[in-house]
């Protein structure tokens, strides 16, 4: 249970680093694609319906939505599941983002990165372990949604 609490904690620092006040980038334009709009619900609702089937479910999600560009970068969630909440209303264009772990020279993700404000609870077994608010990134590439997998740390 330590463990497991440890590993909560880490992952919930995670999600603070990459936090703001503000979720960052720019409004979408009244014509803007609500194609893309209906792929990043989507992407959520995937996400949330592989976490109610299990760790094993979502880990599978999360590998095969994981950016083409970024399939190294996956981590192990173990047995946690995410329940992530998006706040659509959020949803911006990030011109500028790149994956804070890509390294110094990385390049922007092909595609068009969006960022949007979340909810996310982490539960263990069923049981709720924490809860925290966040941005996120979602990546529309070729009329599919892609996301990067959370890595928990400690």
């Known amino acids: 249970m330590r463990r497991a609490l440890f590993a909560v904690l880490g992952f919930a620092s995670l999600l603070i680093a990459g ?20 792929l990043v619900q989507e992407y959520f609702d995937e996400l949330n319906a592989a976490a109610e089937d299990g760790p094993a479910t979502q880990r599978d999600f999360l590998r095969r939505s994981q950016h083409p560009d970024y399939t190294d970068d996956l981590c192990d969630l173990g047995d946690l599941t995410l329940n992530i909440d998006p706040a659509m209303s959020t949803l911006r264009v990030d011109p500028d983002w790149v994956p804070p772990d890509a390294g110094r020279d990385a390049a922007h993700p092909r595609g068009l990165v969006y960022v949007l404000g979340v909810s996310i609870s982490i539960r263990q077994d069923g049981a709720l372990l924490g809860e925290q608010i966040g941005s996120q ?14 890595c928990p740390t400690g």
């Open 19 to 38: 936090c703001t006040s503000t979720v960052a980038g720019v409004p979408l334009a009244e014509d803007s694609p609500d194609d893309d709009r209906q």
């Open 137 to 150: 990134r979602v990546v529309v590439l070729d009329g599919k949604a892609y996301g990067f997998a959370p």
